[in-house]
DNA sequence: TATGAATGAGTCTTCATTCAT
DNA sequence: CATGAATGAAGACTCATTCAT
C-alpha cells in the first residue's frame, strides 16, 4: 500500500520537548477532539488543520498520511490509558465484588477525565468497520476483558457470583454499564432532562445496581 | 429551478408487489447492511450501488439523494419498531420490574431479529456527530426513554426500587446492558471467544444480573 | 451524431388536430416559456416536463430529442414570425422614413404579443455560442437585414438619409433601438421605475428618435 | 462541517507578481472568453480547465466554486470598468448632447477594449434568468443609468431635448445603441457583410443618428 | 520547519436518452 | 399513447497526497 513511510518529526522518546515540536501534540489534541465529536470518517485533515490554524500540508509534514495519524492517536493516546486501566486492575485483587468496584470506578473516572474517549470508543472501535479497531485489536490486544472473564468464571465456581450469570457477558455487562452511559451522554442528558448528574452519582447509582440488582429488598427476587 | 425533491416510485400502499418493483426494498437492506457494518459516512452510495449490482444512477433514481436515503431508512425501518417497542412495552403494566423484563425481552428479541439494528443505532443515534440522530428525534421523538424513567422515578417512591439507584441512570443502564452487548456482539464474541452464546442466554445473564445483581446471596452487599 | 431520427407524430400539416395532440403544442408553449425565462441550456427536459404535467419520457416520445425540439421551436414558432415581419416590411415601400416607421411598428408589436422572443432571441441568437443561432442562419436565413441594408445604401446615395449614417450600421441601430428595450425590460423597468410606460409610448419615443435625433427644435424633419 | 468558503490565493494586494502566481488571473481571463463566447451556463468548469490547460480541481483550488468565480469575475473584472465608466460619465458635465457624447464614447470604447464584455451583458445581466444579474445588481447597484435618466428629464423640462422623446426611454436608447451593436458583432458582420467597419466608424453614426435623426438635412443640430 | 501550488481519484448529483410494456 | 425503470456520461466538488521551494 504505502511505498515509503515518511513520519519525519517522531519524538525521540527520552526528551521532555517544550521549547518547540508540541505543535505536534496540539494537532493530535484536535485531531482527538473532532474525532470525537464527529466521527473519523467525517473528519478530512483540513478540518483538523484549519482548526490548528495550520496547513493541511502540515499533517501530512508531521504524519506522513491519514492512516499515520490514527496510529499516533492509538499509540500516544489510547494505548496508554488503556494500560493504565489494566494496572489499576491488577492491583485491585481477585475480590469480585472488590474488582467489579475497582473497575467502575476506575473506568468511569477515566471518562470523565477524557471525554473524549467513550464516543470515539463506541464509534470506531465496538463496530465491525470502526476505523480504530483493527489497530486497537493488533496493538493493544486486550488482555483486560479476558482477565476478567477468568476471574469471574473463578468466582462462580467458587460460588462467589450470581449463578445467573455468565462470566463472560458478565464482562460484556460491566463495559456496557460504564462506557454506554459516558459515550451517550449528550443523547440521555437532553432526553431526560438529566443535566444535574456528576460522575460520582453515576459510580454510585452504577455500583448499587451491581451490587443488589433492582429490587429494594433482593432476596425474594432471585428467579426460582 | 432545480431544489424540488424527486423520490419518484413511492409504492402505492395497497399493493402487495413481490413479482416487480421491489427493487427499492433490496437497495434499501443493502444500505441498511452497509451502513450497519461500515456506518453511514463510511459507506458511498456506489458502494451500495454496486452490492446491489446496480448503477448509482439508480440509487437518485429511487431516493433522491443521500438524505433521502437515510430519511427512508428511518421512516420505513427503523421508526416502525420503535413504535412496536413502545407498544409492547405500554402492554407491560408498571410494576418495575415486569416492566424491565419486557424491556430486556422486548429489545434483546428484537435485536436478534433485526442484527444490523444495534450498531447502528449506538453509531449515528448515540454519539454526537450520529447522522440519524436528528432524524430521530425529529420523527420518532423518543417518549419511550421518558416514560420509563417516570415509573422507575414513581416506584422508587413508593419503595418499590432499590434506593440506591437513580430513576433516570436505571434507564441508561437497561438501555447499556441490552443495546450495548448486541452492538459490540462482533467484538466480545471474537475477544471472549463467545461464538455459542445465544439470545435466550443473554436474555436470562441480563435478567438475573437485574434482578439481584452479582453477588450470590445479595443482602448484605449493599453500599451503606 | 443521430443514428435514427424518431420524431413520431409529426403533425400532418393539413388537419387542424384540436381534440388529441395539441397536447405537442402545450409542451412547445411551455418550453418556450421556460427557454425564454430561464435560457436554453439551464433548462432541462425534466423542468418543461414537470411544469407540463408530463414525464420526461413523453418529451421525448414527441420530439426526438432535445435538439430537436429545439428545430421545433424554430420551425413552428419563431420562423413563421420572421416570414410575417419580412411580408410586413415588403408591403412598406422603399422610403426610407416609412419603412423605419414600418419596421418600428411591426417589431414592437410583434414583440409585445410574443413576450417570450426578446429576452429568448437576445440570448440564443445573438451571441456567438448561442443555441438556436445556427438554426436561425441555416432556416431562416434572414433575407430582412440585408434587404434593408440595401435599401438604406440607395437612399443615402440619393440623399434620402443622414448622411453621417452608415448604412449597415443603420439596420444594426434599429435592431438595438426595437430588440433590445423589449429583451431587457425586466431590468430598465426595476432599475428606472418605469412599470407605466406601455408599447405605444415605446413606439412613439423611439420614432421621434429616428425622427430628428435628440435636439429640441425638429419639425420639418417629419415626412409629411 | 464542509460549509467553508475556501477561496484561497486571495492575492495580497501590494504585491505586483508577474513572475508567478498570475495563474489565477489566467484563469479568469479564460473563463471570461469562455463565458462570454459560449455563455456562462453552457460552460462548465472543466472547460475553463482544459482551455487553460490546467485539471477542473485546480479552478476549485482558486475559487472555492462556480459562484465564487462568478464573484471574482464580477469584482474583479466587470465592476472596475463600471466604476470607470461612472467616473468619467461624471467628468462630462450636463449638457445633454456632451454627455450622450461621451456616454457614446466612452461605452464603445470599452467595449472595443474588452470585447468579452458586451456579450456577457447582454446574455447574462439584461435578461432576466441572467446568471450575472443580481451580482450586479447587488454590489455595483447601477447608479449611472437613473442618474442619466434624471437629466435627461430636466433637460426636457428645460426644453434642452426633443419633446417627443421619454426621458427614461431615452436611456434605454442609449444603451441599445451602444451595447447592443457590440453585443450582436459577430452577427451582424457575417449577415451584413460588414467586417471593415471599425469602431470609430460605429462612434460616428451612432453620434450622427443621436444628433439628427435619420433625415438628411441636419446642419444646425450638430453641437457647437 | 513549513507551505502554496497542483493533481488524481472518488463522491454526489443531474440529465438526456432508451426500452419494454 | 404513455410511462416506469434504468443507465452512461458528464458536471461540481472534496480530499488526501505530493513536491518544489
Given at each position: 500500500m504505502a511505498t515509503t513511510t515518511p513520519q519525519r518529526p517522531k519524538r525521540s522518546p527520552g526528551r521532555p520537548a517544550k521549547g518547540r515540536g508540541d505543535q505536534r501534540e496540539r494537532l493530535v489534541d484536535v485531531a482527538l477532539a473532532l474525532f470525537s465529536r464527529n466521527g473519523v470518517a467525517e473528519t478530512p485533515l483540513s478540518a483538523i488543520a484549519r482548526r490548528a490554524r495550520v496547513t493541511p500540508a502540515l499533517m501530512h509534514y508531521y504524519f506522513g498520511n491519514r492512516e499515520h495519524l490514527l496510529d499516533a492517536l492509538m499509540d500516544e493516546r489510547i494505548a496508554p490509558l488503556v494500560v493504565k486501566v489494566g494496572m489499576q486492575l491488577a492491583a485491585a485483587g481477585s475480590e469480585p465484588f472488590a474488582l467489579v468496584r475497582a473497575f467502575v470506578t476506575t473506568m468511569m473516572t477515566l471518562f470523565a477525565e477524557n471525554p473524549w474517549l467513550p464516543p470515539l470508543w463506541v464509534r470506531e472501535v465496538l463496530t465491525e468497520g470502526g476505523l480504530l479497531r483493527e489497530r486497537l485489536l493488533k496493538r493493544v490486544a486486550p488482555q483486560i476483558a479476558p482477565a476478567l472473564a477468568r476471574r469471574f468464571a473463578e468466582a462462580k465456581a467458587e460460588g462467589?457470583?450470581?449463578?445467573?450469570?455468565?462470566p463472560k457477558l458478565t464482562v460484556v455487562s460491566l463495559i456496557g454499564l460504564t462506557l454506554f452511559p459516558l459515550a451517550a451522554q449528550s443523547i440521555w442528558r437532553r432526553l431526560l432532562d438529566a443535566?444535574?448528574?456528576?460522575t460520582q452519582t453515576l459510580i454510585n447509582h452504577t455500583l448499587a445496581l451491581l451490587g443488589s440488582g433492582l429490587g429494594p429488598v433482593a432476596p425474594e427476587r432471585n428467579p426460582p
Open positions: 462467589a457470583l450470581n449463578p445467573g450469570l455468565d443535566d444535574d448528574i456528576d
